[in-house]
């Protein structure tokens, strides 16, 4: 079954991170506002999603299925509208937690038990982004988090620290795929990076250097890596993306590539999300990837047969 899934380190310690997913009062501060939970194996956690006028538009209720406390963290869904969408029913949500050598937290955290990736699965995945990352860590961190505006969730536009670029190809879903994922090609296509890998399966790693003409931020090596989160090949590749320029190397944002089938080849739709925190990376990447992807369409016309090599 398809599911959603996000690793992530915290600064603060098992603990702190465990009271925050199970004390109502700290949800509230990084979720929604209109929360209430029980804090037992058993027990029952409401969570309503409100507009700034007070009207409903949505709700979920959870069973609390495991805690054990500073290490897992375990609900299922057992009733739920958003919009008129109710397809988080029957699914897991998921936390781990286990403490790290920087005196830490890793996160380890799944949404399990989806029946498919229709509905709102999509906007879910960088949702969940949004609240995990933009919200929790921030709220445990610094003391402030991003709990639900209705704003944000509203159907059709994005959340406001995301990046949306897309394009059309001449060539099949299947040619543009190979374009993005085999690291020979990704070397072949763009000359300027010095080195480029990855490893394209679910839980696979990749990483790009790059040495500008010009000190980049003051950098003169760029590095870009992470974690690929979801792949399905031709269709669908989701990764991590963290940056050593970064004003926060260790912030973590994602990288969505999603390929349609058209008449004339492929529509192709990249959404960057997570920037929130970065501003002058959101700059720059605002106007780099339109010419990211101008790039590979120039690439993948001239050379349709590349993906046979």
Known sequence: MPQIAYKFSVNALPARVYEALTDQKHVSQWWTPDCTMDRKTGG???????SSSGALDGYAIMRIEKLIPNKLVEWKCTEQDYQGVSDWVGTTIRFRLS??????????????????REGSFRRCTDGWNHVLITSLKNYIEKGKGEPYLAHLETEGRQDPDAI?????????????????????????RAPALDAYEMDARFGGQWFLEMRPTQPHHGFDVIRHEGEILEIDPPRLLVYTWFANFHDDPKHRSVVRWELTPTPSGTHVK?????????????????????????????????SPNEGNR
């Open 99 to 116: 403490p790290n050598p920087a005196d830490g937290t890793d996160v380890d955290f799944a949404h399990l038990d989806w029946q498919n």
């Open 270 to 302: 990249v959404t960057h999300s997570g920037l929130t925190a970065e501003p002058q990376a959101r700059k720059d990447y605002a106007s780099g990837w339109p010419g990211v992807l101008e790039d590979l369409r120039r690439w993948v016309e001239k």
């Open 164 to 188: 949306v670029s897309e394009i059309e190809i001449a060539t099949p879903p299947g040619r543009v795929f190979k374009a993005i994922t085999d690291a020979k090609e990704v070397l072949r």
């Open 44 to 50: 029952r956690a409401k969570f309503e999603f409100k």
